[in-house]
Nanobody
Framework: QAHFVESGGGLVQPGGSLRLSCAAT????????IGWFRQAPGKEREGVSC????????YYADSVKGRFTISRDNAKNTMYLQMNSLKAEDTAVYYC?????????????????????WGQGTQVTVSS
């Protein structure tokens, strides 16, 4: 059965780093748009970052630019989100997504895609 195994969340102090991973099983990541969403308590889900498989455009939310980096390792069939200089406002459940559907990932936004594979979510808590 196709699914993601998501890992890497946890508790970290402000200014610290975490790397989230999503390992895909039962399907390939190589030709799919990949991305990350997050949802904090009481807030709407937010598109954090994506890489389009159509034109390779990359998006980062303004709040994470310069601190987060999205990547994939096709040989390991795994995608990553490297998060540096973490802030309290980065606290949320983070979800990975992969999809072939178009029109959701561009250089200016990442909206919730239809027909995506989703990770189960991993909690990131930034607190001293």
């Amino acid at each position: 059965q196709a699914h993601f195994v998501e890992s890497g969340g946890g508790l970290v102090q402000p200014g610290g780093s975490l790397r989230l991973s999503c390992a895909a099983t039962g399907f390939g990541l190589e030709y799919k748009t990949i991305g990350w969403f997050r949802q904090a308590p009481g807030k709407e889900r937010e598109g954090v970052s994506c890489i389009s498989a159509t034109d390779y455009s990359t998006y980062y939310a303004d709040s994470v630019k310069g601190r987060f980096t999205i990547s994939r390792d096709n040989a390991k069939n795994t995608m990553y989100l490297q998060m540096n200089s973490l802030k309290a406002e980065d606290t949320a459940v983070y979800y990975c997504a992969a999809h072939t559907t178009r029109g959701y990932c561009s250089g200016t936004e990442y909206t919730t895609p239809y027909g995506a594979y989703w990770g189960q979510g991993t909690q990131v808590t930034v607190s001293s």
